[in-house]
């Protein structure tokens, strides 16, 4: 597609639920990238992949959180036995080129979880 | 650990006019990228604009420039002529030459006052 798209926008789940997160990068884009941004609040970076390197899962805030990639493609973050506190907006965003090499990223619209 | 700090929630501007938008970092490296995002009401964040640390000369895109100050750790967005379409939150963000990750303060809602 034209741009990173995410799915659901929107998703409401009952505490303790599972649910999954799915992101589909710009084509070509070799990095993937999650963050997490509660309401006011800035963007809270989760994991990073890039090509076939090992993803850096430093962000991720506990062991309830995981993130897929199916080699340069699609991704899913998978939030185990969702809490209260795991409600936020959580982007994706794609870059053609490592952050660091000054690859600007991509932002999808975001998915909205609401855990009641 | 490096840190993002914008020290202003919330930030208004009449029409046309120019805007500074403050963002201070943190950092023990000497070869790194800043960079100015721009989230719309939409949601979808987009860049505005980015600095290479190396380079001393102040990034510019149309009517956004960037200040600049390495020994002080400062990096701030100036907007000249400001339109409506530019309110949105604004956030700096940091990125080493080696490490991936981008580093986000949390940000600037800016409000464009007609």
């Known amino acids: 597609g034209a741009g990173v798209s995410q799915s659901p926008s929107n998703k409401v789940t009952e505490k303790g639920k599972d649910v999954e997160l799915r992101c589909d990068p710009i084509s070509g884009h070799t990095a993937l990238y999650w963050y997490r941004q509660r309401l006011g609040q800035g963007l809270e970076f989760l994991i990073y992949?890039?090509?076939?390197?090992?993803?850096?899962k430093s962000g991720l805030p506990s062991d309830r959180f995981s993130a897929e990639r199916t080699g340069e493609s699609v991704s899913t973050l998978t939030i185990q036995r969702t809490q209260q506190e795991d409600s936020a907006v959580y982007l994706c965003a794609s870059s053609l080129a490592a952050s660091g090499a000054g690859g600007e990223l991509f932002f999808g619209e975001g998915s909205r979880l609401t855990v009641l | 650990a490096q840190t993002v700090t914008q020290s202003q929630p919330e930030m208004s501007v009449q029409e046309a006019e120019t805007v500074t938008l403050s963002c201070t970092y943190d950092?023990?490296?000497?070869?790194?990228?800043l960079f100015w995002y721009k989230q719309p009401p939409s949601r979808q964040m987009i860049l505005v604009i980015r600095q290479e640390a190396y380079k001393q000369q102040n990034a510019t895109e149309n009517r956004f420039s960037v200040n600049f100050q390495k020994a002080a750790k400062s990096f701030s967005l100036k907007i000249s002529d400001s339109q409506l379409g530019d309110a949105a939150m604004y956030f700096c963000a940091y990125s080493l030459n080696r490490d991936d990750k981008i580093i986000f303060g949390k940000g600037t809602r800016l409000h464009i006052l007609p």
């Open positions: 992949f890039q090509g076939n390197s090992a993803p850096d």
């Open positions: 950092t023990s490296e000497s070869d790194y990228y």
